[in-house]
Every structure is written in C-alpha cells, then in structure tokens.
C-alpha cells in the first residue's frame, strides 16, 4: 500500500512539473512536493472521548521561477484541471513577484538517503487502538479527572523538479498528550513514538496522577534565581526555541541569532544533533535535498545552523536539507532535535536532608518503569514519578526547584533569546536532594542560551524522552537537565 501511495504521488509531481514546463515556457523552473496523509486524532476530557476526528488527503506544493521571479502555491484538487489550475495560478503570481535575484535554483539530481521501515500498524490504525490507550490512560488515573489526545500520522511524500531529480518515502509516528487533574493540581505525561505499541496509556496516567496528587496544596515562594531540575517536557520547550530563533539559517543571516559557529556558547555537556531519520522523518525536505543528521553544537560549541538552499547559498555553505514551506519568510528551522551529554548525570556530594518527601516522589532507589524513560525509575507505594535521572539529578540539588513543564512562552528578545513563559502541571520545592512541598506556579523571564552557558548545566540525563509537537513529524528528544540558575520573576501574586 505504502509503494502505491509513493508512485501515485510521484506520478502527480511529475505531472506538475510537466505542466509547467507546458504553460510557463523552457526556462520555466519548478520543484513539486506531493504528499498523501492519513492523520488521526482521538481526544478526551472529562475522562471521556468527546473526539475522534480523521483526515486523508493529497496535498500539491509548488514552487516556480519564471523570469527573474519566483512564486508559490498550493492545492488538494489533483485532478487535470485542479492541477492545470495550481500552475496558471502560481504563473500569474510569479509575473505580479518582484524580481527575486537570490533564487538559488534547484536541486540537481541526487541520491537520498535510505530511511527505516515504519510501521504499518500505525500509519493506518484504527479508532478503538487509540481509545484503548485513551482508557487505560484513564482508568490509571484513579478517579481523578483526564484530559488529553491519542493521535497516528502518516505521510507518502514525493518530490520532482525541472532538473529531473526526484524522490519518493514515507513514515508513520504516534504520540500521547495527557493530564490527570487533583483539584487545582495538574500532572502531565507525554510520549512520541515511531509505534502506537510503544504508548503506554496505563503507564503515562499512573505518571500524571501521581504527579497531579504531589501537586495539591502548593505554598508560594518569592521570585528570584533558583537552581532547577527541569523534566523532558519543559526541556522541550527549549529545544522548540532553539530551531524556530537560533539555529534557523535565515535568522543567522539577519543577525537575529544567538548562534555563533565555532564559539563556546554552551556549557561542555551540551551536544545538540537535528536527526529527522532518528524516527519518522522523511528523508528529503520540501527542495529535494537529502536530509541527514546535522550537529549543531558538539560539547558546547556551536558548530552549524540549519540551511535551505536560499540562506545556504547565502552564507557560503549549502543546503543542509532544511527547507520547509514558508522558509523563504521565516527560515529554515530544524525539527527533530536531540539534546545529548557528554558527561552524563552529576550525581555526587549530596547531601541528604531530613524533611518529609511529597507524597508519591523519592529521590533515589527504586525498580520500575517510567514511560518513556529508562527503567530503575524512582518508586513509592503512589506509584512512579521520576525515572531514576531525573530522580538522580533532583538528589543532588541542595536547594531548588523541580518544573515539569513550560508553556505560554514568548521571545522578548530574538538575538540573545530571552523567552518570557509560566510553569505548569507542576513546580516543587527541593531540600536536600528531596522534594518538599508544592509550589504554586511562577513567570519567568530567561535567556535560554545563557542558561545552558559554560558553567550553568550541572547535569544532564543519558536517554533524552522524545515529546510531540503539535505538527506531526517533528518531536524533541529532551532529557531532564539540572541547571545552575532560572530566573523566576514573578509569583502567583504577580
């Protein structure tokens, strides 16, 4: 089926191709993206499904120069007319374009690299596979209130342009997004995987309960630095930062990037690969160029940013099979980073204190599994909380904070990366490598950069957690960190 999906989409692009060749002239220049989507999503709240929504269709994109200009279009009618209409369209507003003299051309013909087998089971399951996720996730919970979604992609894509290079794949992803609600008092749980059989709805409820039980009756601190151990799903959020504004080709041309190759910006721990073949990517961005692992910083130093052609030939250094639709406005941006550490998880000199733990949390110890994570997770009659990095780099923190997750979070600066958000589905409070007490939620305002500086990152965990997006095909794999310093700057009372 997925053979049949990829030459039905490639015959469509090559016909495109051929169109514009036919209306627009010899010199005419296209490149053509096909791509057929099974999308599904299966939402609940309340504990219950109130959604289940599924959408397949073919989309056409086309982008053309045609004397000195350059225009792109897009459409889902692929029959004769509907095609013949995407390109009269595009030629006419190519004519009305401004001359584009930066256009770099098109890709020649190349070999992409080979991708992974996806999974059958995923790209076309069914409704009652994603609720039986949906009910364990709920029936985990005990009782306490679920909200959150099931969902499975996939996508045949083929590319072909004027140059006569063309490509043709397919991938398949599933991810889960969950809350349990305790009062006021949320707790999260989130996974992508290449497999459905890989989401663990039991697990990922057990996890958001008892995180949303140790987060009931939460005390207020002032604002002001703390040291922090922030979990995967916040991590994520920074990684999201760092492809849209930092390692985007585009913003480093215009200078509004933090990123400088071949300087020491980050602390030594800190290695960060864009990996699109790394699990459900496509093997070809939308100019045909092969997409391969790309280091974008390797043990603190920046060494690359992402390119499409346009900002690549811009900078001297190529296309790194980043363009996406839009990138000729907003850049091209990586998305499926991995945050790696070299030095692994900083575990010694702590110093235990002797408060109560929160209910449902330790710091070391422990036989289970985490969702997601590793096994040999933090354990307790609640059920597990902490995998056991996370739990080991919480043990050695004298005094901090524990965040969840972020969100809300906006650039207040683009150049040096200053993110203004809220926490969320929970903050506490650590003593001596413990979690104490809950506490309310705060604002922060903080250079991302600058809080991975030299210096800053005091650890690290070995196996990143990969987090969805909201689009599909783009993931972070994030690993909890323990960093020096965040700067919360205000309180639940402003």
């Known amino acids: 089926m997925n053979q049949d999906a990829e030459q039905h989409a490639l015959d469509l692009a090559g016909r495109v191709v051929d169109l514009v060749r036919r209306l627009g002239g010899p010199a005419a220049e296209a490149e053509v993206v096909v791509t057929r989507s099974e999308l599904a999503l299966t939402r609940f709240a309340n504990s219950f499904i109130h959604q289940n929504v599924a959408e397949s269709g073919v989309g056409v994109r086309l982008r053309l120069h045609a004397d000195g200009r350059t225009a792109a279009g897009s459409g889902s009618v692929v029959t004769p007319d509907g095609l013949a209409a995407l390109v009269e369209r595009t030629l006419t507003a190519a004519r009305l374009c401004p001359p584009d003299p930066a256009w770099p051309g ?66 398949a992803e599933a991810a889960m997004d969950g809350i349990a609600r305790a009062g006021a008092a949320d707790g999260v749980a989130r996974l992508c995987a290449d497999r459905l059989a890989d989401l663990d709805g039991a697990a990922l409820g057990l996890r958001a309960a008892t ?61 960060l690969v864009d990996d699109p073949l790394g699990g459900s990517g496509l093997p070809f961005d939308a100019e045909g160029t092969g997409r391969r692992a790309l280091t974008l910083v390797d043990a603190g130093t920046t060494v690359a940013v992402a390119h499409d ?50 209910a449902g949390f330790t710091a070391a110890g422990g036989g289970s599994e985490m969702p997601g994570g590793p096994p040999g997770g933090a354990e307790t009659p609640g059920g597990p909380v902490l995998d056991a990095e996370t739990a080991a780099l919480v043990a050695g923190m004298e005094r901090g904070l524990l965040v969840s997750d972020l969100w809300y979070t906006r650039v207040l600066d683009t150049k040096s990366l200053v993110i203004t958000g809220l926490t969320r589905n929970g903050v506490w409070l650590v003593e001596g490598g413990v979690p104490v ?58």
């Open 106 to 171: 098109l890709t020649p013909p190349v070999s992409v690299p080979a991708v992974p087998a996806w999974d059958e089971a995923t790209a076309f399951a069914e409704p009652d596979e994603r609720a039986e996720r949906v009910r364990a996730f709920v029936a985990a919970v005990g009782g306490l209130e679920a909200a959150g979604y099931c969902r499975t992609a996939y996508r045949a894509a083929a590319f072909a342009n004027s140059s006569g290079h063309s490509a043709q794949s397919s991938a």
């Open 211 to 271: 995180k949303a039980r140790a987060a009931v009756d939460p005390v207020e601190l002032p604002p002001g630095r703390y040291e922090v151990v922030l979990e995967p799903a916040a991590v994520a959020d920074l990684l999201h930062n760092f492809a849209m504004w930092g390692f985007n080709g585009k913003r480093f041309a215009e200078r509004q990037s933090f990123a400088e190759p071949g300087v020491a910006q980050f602390d030594p721990v800190v290695t």
């Open 309 to 358: 052609r346009r900002s690549g030939a811009q900078a001297g250094a190529g296309s790194t099979g980043h363009a996406e639709p839009g990138a000729t406005t907003f850049g091209p941006t990586p998305g499926n980073l991995r945050l790696t550490g070299t030095g692994g998880v900083a575990t010694a000199g702590v110093t235990r204190g002797t408060g109560a733990p929160v």
């Open 437 to 494: 007490r809950a506490v309310r939620d705060f604002r922060f305002t903080e250079s991302y950069p600058r809080a991975l500086g030299p210096g800053a990152v005091l650890g690290i965990g070995r196996r990143p957690v990969r987090q969805p997006d909201r689009v599909d095909g783009v993931w972070w794999d994030a690993p909890a960190l323990r960093l020096a310093a965040w700067n919360f700057t205000g309180g639940a009372s402003g």
